[in-house]
């Protein structure tokens, strides 16, 4: 099965912890503080591989995780980082946030690359807290931690020309005989199952061509393989609406235009809006030309040409047609990026309760950051904790709520009086 959606989940990987660590031998019982930082952990990266038509690499691989960084260790030895995890995906993948629906990336260019999520920093060791009134710091920085996500992964190909067109009428055909491309023809309906993609070379132009399995009455209610694979035009720029002109399998060449049409205006997202040129295929096996005046007839404004896979008539006309219709018509936009995940690095942020009077609660990531790895009971621990408080803006934030001298404070299960 043809797999052009799915939706993956992807974490960035955490920091590695710096350490706390005194340098010890023979003749020092406790040297000077040696704890080495933490490394940092792995991104998450996107990458267009363009080779690939379709998403079936994620069939059965959903879950990527960057490997975190690892703790820093003592002799001041830097934790290892965490190597990067690069997804490869096809040309034209849109990538959502599940949760938000927002478009995080469009993969629009051949060579796109795009660091979804960084991996947190490698917190640093205990050396770099000394200073020379605190020289035995007993404490260091955790790593930052990433968060995981959702993410949809969405293939909308990308192309100049789309061929749609009842089953067998000979779309995979015609991209066949103009472009690079070889794909199933074969004299039943729903040959073709997935897009197929060619490169054409026509008037000193390059345009690229995507087939993709026909379309029947109903088909937006579910009939056939329903109205799925027209995400695979909905970023062309011009259609060429192939129809059995001999009528070969009994239905009528203006009906079938009008049933066409009809489902691409059910499908909506502005396909029925794509420009058209009506190619009137199967014309060897026409005794005369009586199919094909009716149609011009019926639909007197259609741009249209007469061709034959079998014996080439037309197509030359077609590619030209095309060239230089293309010509006029404006290039697609990528999608814009409607969010951006936040950078782990960003600040982090807490929340104050004031429980009873001159009794505060602080709870939040920052202060769980702030306080990870601090004893408490520590005097210079405990400074170092206030400091960064102070820093961080908690401090004021807290005398703004109205803390004064001697209020309790708690943070993470443990009470302590401010005192100035
Ligand atoms: N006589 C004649 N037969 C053609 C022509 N073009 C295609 N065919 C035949 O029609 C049949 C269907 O051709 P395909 O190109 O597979 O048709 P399709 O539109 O891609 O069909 P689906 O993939 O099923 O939607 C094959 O047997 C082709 O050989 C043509 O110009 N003249
Ligand atoms: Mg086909």
Redesign the pocket.
């Known amino acids: 099965m043809f797999l052009d959606k799915v939706i993956i989940t992807c974490k960035a990987g955490n920091g590695g912890n710096g350490c706390v660590s005194f340098f010890r031998d023979k003749m020092n019982m406790r040297g000077g503080p040696d704890g080495g930082d933490g490394g940092k952990g792995g991104d998450i990266i996107f990458k267009v591989d363009r080779s690939l038509t379709n998403l079936q690499n994620f069939r059965y691989t959903k879950v990527f995780r960057a490997p975190n960084g690892a703790d820093g260790s003592k002799k001041k030895m830097t934790g290892k980082a965490g190597k990067d995890i690069v997804i490869f995906v096809p040309q034209g993948t849109v990538i959502r946030n599940v949760k938000t629906g927002y478009v995080l990336k469009d993969m629009f260019d051949a060579n796109e690359e795009f660091v979804m999520l960084r991996g947190g920093r490698g917190g640093v060791g205990n050396p770099k807290f000394a200073t020379s009134t605190r020289q035995t710091p007993n404490y260091a920085e955790p790593g930052i931690k990433t968060d995981e996500y959702q993410v949809s992964l969405e293939l909308k190909t990308i192309a100049d020309v789309g061929l749609v067109?009842?089953?067998?009428?000979?779309?995979?055909?015609?991209l066949a005989a103009v472009s690079n491309a070889k794909?199933?023809?074969?004299?039943?309906?729903?040959?073709?199952l997935a897009p197929n993609i060619g490169v054409v070379h026509a008037y000193d132009k390059n345009f690229v061509m995507a087939?993709i399995?026909?379309l029947i009455e109903g088909a937006s209610e579910g009939e056939g393989l329903g109205l799925e694979f027209l995400r695979h035009i909905e970023r062309t720029r011009l259609l060429v609406h192939?129809i059995d002109i001999?009528g070969?399998e009994g239905r009528d060449p203006i009906d079938d235009y009008k049933i066409i049409n009809n489902e691409l205006k059910k499908y909506g997202a502005g396909v029925d809006k794509i420009p058209q040129i009506v190619a009137l295929?199967?014309?060897?096996?026409l005794d005369n030309m009586s199919s094909i005046d009716a149609f011009k007839k019926k639909y007197p404004s259609a741009q249209v040409v007469v061709?034959?896979?079998?014996t080439r008539e037309g197509l030359d006309e077609l590619m030209l047609m095309i060239a230089r219709k293309l010509e006029t018509l404006p290039k697609r936009e990528r999608l814009e990026t409607e969010e951006v995940i936040v950078d782990p690095h960003k600040k982090k942020t807490y929340t104050i309760t004031k429980v009873k009077p001159h009794y505060f609660d602080v709870e939040g990531e920052l202060i769980d950051q702030i306080a990870f790895g601090v004893v408490l009971k520590d005097m210079t621990s405990f400074a170092y904790f206030q400091k960064r408080m102070k820093d961080e803006g908690i401090i004021d934030a807290l005398k703004a709520k109205g803390m004064v001298d001697g209020d309790t404070i708690k943070v993470t299960n443990v009470e302590f009086v401010y005192m100035e």
Do not use: E
């Open positions: 067109g009842f089953p067998n009428v000979g779309k995979s055909s015609i794909p199933k023809i074969a004299n039943y309906h729903f040959t073709t087939d399995p026909g192939v001999a070969s295929n199967k014309c060897d096996l061709t034959s896979t079998y």
